[in-house]
């Protein structure tokens, strides 16, 4: 049986070339996740037509009634899930035309708030992984380092994203709890949380200078894949090693 990921956000971007490393290159079956059912349904269909295994499913991290949503039909179609990949994310501290309460809240809660929700109505789906060995993984941002905001040396210490930092700041925190979470009672899991580097995406306005998407998704697809008994739980990386916390 193909081992089963979820991935948010994968209609486009890093999460995209994720969910196409995972199917065309692991066997993984994808569950291909857009807040736009029809952004994500061509992902998915492209991929079956190669013969890969994917489905579509609509899921907005801003709605709880969505978010149940998806749990409710992983549990249904798969009764269990082997790989969930918190990629979706959005960076709009540089909208200067959005209040400090919209920028704030709109961050957490579609950084934060949603996988956090997401993560915790999947546990039981995780535990009942058909591999054995559910893993989680949240992508972050080498700018949610307390080290490295506080590194004056930085190159970029002075970009203004303190709302998007303080988001992925708490990602991390929560990769440390769900990894105290899938170990209770016996169980097992390896959770962590990746950067991806610069990337050339919608998020970063499509910059040049950026990597690719595809070799954003590198460090994600090797920490998602690995169920050897060396695996990796509880890091924080980058495609070069560990960073600092
Ligand atoms: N790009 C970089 O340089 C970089 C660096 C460090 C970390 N990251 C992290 O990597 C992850 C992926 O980034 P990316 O560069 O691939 O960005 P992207 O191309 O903008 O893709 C982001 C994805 O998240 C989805 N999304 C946004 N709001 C959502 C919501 N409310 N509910 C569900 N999905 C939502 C987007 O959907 P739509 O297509 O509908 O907008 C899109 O599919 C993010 O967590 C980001 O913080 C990126």
């Known amino acids: 049986m193909s081992p089963i990921a979820l991935i948010t956000g ?9 969910a196409e490393a995972l199917a065309i290159n ?9 807040r736009n059912l029809a952004a994500g349904e061509p992902v998915a269909s492209s991929l079956r037509e190669k013969g890969h295994k994917a489905t579509a499913i609509q899921l907005d991290l801003t709605s709880e009634e969505s978010i149940k949503a998806a749990v409710a039909f992983v549990e249904k179609e798969f009764g269990g899930l082997d790989v ?5 994310g ?15 809240n709109r961050t957490f809660t579609t950084n934060v708030v949603g996988p956090g929700v997401l993560t915790e109505l999947l546990v039981p789906s995780l535990r009942k992984a058909p591999s054995g060995l559910p893993r989680i993984i949240f992508l972050t941002s080498s700018m949610g380092s307390l080290a490295y905001a506080t590194d004056k040396s930085l190159p970029w210490y002075g970009i203004d994203y303190k709302v998007y930092d303080a988001s992925k700041a708490a990602v991390n925190m929560l990769m440390l709890n769900f990894a105290r979470v899938l170990e209770e009672d016996g169980g097992v899991g390896r959770v962590n949380a990746v950067c991806p580097g610069y990337v050339n995406s919608n998020l970063t306005r499509f910059d040049a200078r950026g990597m690719s998407v595809e070799m954003g998704a590198r460090r994600v697809v090797e920490v998602a894949v690995d169920d ?11 495609a070069n090693g560990e960073l600092p916390w």
């Open 10 to 18: 994968s209609n486009q971007g890093i999460g995209r070339a994720t």
């Open 228 to 238: 050897g008994p060396e695996g990796v739980s509880r890091t924080f990386s980058n």
């Open 26 to 34: 692991h066997g993984f079956h994808v569950i291909i996740t857009s």
């Open 90 to 104: 959005i960076l709009i501290d540089v909208h200067k035309d959005l209040s400090p309460w919209e920028l704030y």
């Open 84 to 88: 969930l990949i918190n990629n979706a």
